[in-house]
């Protein structure tokens, strides 16, 4: 198997990946450093393809986005507000209905909802919310509540992690979005999120969940004061855990978007940056099935690139989508079927529409 590379710091790499050997650290962190992007994209496609072919996959979902109120006050935020300062909302039960019958004729497959950490709200809120949405769609796979807000409501219930989430469980919860980590790294905690979990606890509250039989996706905010070495730290703990669990399903880089944040002065990723995030993930992570290519953080017509640098996935219609567009995003809000078919197969690949878990639908 011949893959052409133009930098030579990259061969001993190539040599593993045909192997089929695992990487290591410091291969990530010369990839990254590498500008040879078309060489790093052959070999993760060699990866993709291997495991794939050339399919490529995307759900039909909805996003619900319960609550922007939260106690944390990230400085890469720009979806959060405090109780009571203008533009904080609070969706009910009700509201959260009313949401959902809007679109009760779509073949909605998954509801994503996260929110803020809200000072106020009782545990039963949350697992009102999760009767509430089964009862409408009770065929819909819920993915809700990050680790963070897991540990939010842990504290809230009174109960052990493990006795949360089997209420949870109860109520309706069957999968759990990746995101709250942002860069496992205690220097960015501190930084940029003091009051949020730090990277230790959000190891042990995803090993929880997945210990309770969900699984989660996995992220990595980049493009904002990260180092190259805490990008590939960040990759070797989520494939450690892996190892230990085997509970993530994906893994998705989330483009950091600056406007409206307290890192305004931040340029946006490149789409240099962005198709290397995509590429050295799926070398790196070769113990994660999926690797998507967010479109709601890179745009529709990258997205369509970095299905041959890796991805195998857009994620899905998704449908008014907030927290990314309140930081600037320019891409749509929401894509139709059609339109989301279209990006795949005008790409080069085979468009499958698929459920939560991967299974294809149709």
């Known amino acids: 198997m ?91 039960a009700h509201e959260v209905r009313e949401k959902l019958i809007s679109r009760i004729h779509e073949p909605i497959n998954e509801i994503h909802m996260v929110g ?30 990050t680790a963070v807000e897991i540990d939010h409501l842990a504290k ?34 501190d930084k940029l999120f003091p009051k949020k979990i730090g990277h230790e606890r959000w190891l042990e509250i995803v090993a929880a969940i997945h210990g309770a039989g969900l699984t989660s996706n996995a992220t990595l905010l980049y493009g904002h004061i990260e180092t190259l070495k805490e990008r590939v730290d960040h990759l070797v703990s989520l494939r450690n855990l892996q190892d230990r669990t085997g509970g993530f399903t994906a893994f998705i880089p989330l483009a950091f978007h600056s406007k409206n944040t307290r890192l305004s002065h931040l340029p946006a990723t490149t789409a240099h940056d962005d198709l290397k995030n995509i590429a050295v993930a799926r070398l790196m992570l070769d113990n994660f099935d999926h690797i998507k290519a967010y479109w709601v953080m890179i745009g529709e017509k990258l997205a369509q690139v970095a299905l041959s640098f890796g991805a195998d996935d857009l994620d899905g219609t998704i449908i008014e989508e907030k927290i990314t567009h309140m930081a600037g995003a320019t891409s749509s809000v929401g894509l139709t079927r059609p339109k989301i078919r279209h990006m795949i197969t005008s790409a080069g690949f085979e468009a499958v529409e698929r459920d939560s878990f991967y299974r294809a639908i149709g």
């Open 116 to 145: 803020g950490i809200h000072p106020d709200l009782p545990f039963t809120y949350y697992l009102d919310l999760l009767k509430t949405i089964k009862e409408i769609r009770p065929h819909a796979v819920i993915k809700a509540f």
């Open 2 to 92: 011949r893959i052409y590379l133009s930098d030579p710091k990259l061969i001993p790499v190539r040599e593993k990946v045909i192997a089929g050997t695992r990487l290591d650290a410091d291969d990530g962190l010369v990839l990254f450093q590498s500008h040879d992007i078309i060489g790093i994209g052959r070999l993760a496609n060699f990866v993709r393809e291997k495991r794939h072919g050339k399919k490529a996959f995307y759900i039909y979902n909805q996003h619900v986005n319960y609550t922007n109120v939260c106690i944390n006050g990230c400085r890469f935020c720009a979806f959060s507000r405090k109780g009571g300062e203008g533009g904080a909302y609070t969706m009910t």
């Open 156 to 189: 809230l219930s009174g109960l052990s992690l493990e006795g949360t989430l089997q209420k949870l469980k109860d109520a309706g919860l069957e999968m759990v979005p990746g995101g709250g980590a942002e860069v496992l790294s205690s220097r960015v905690h």
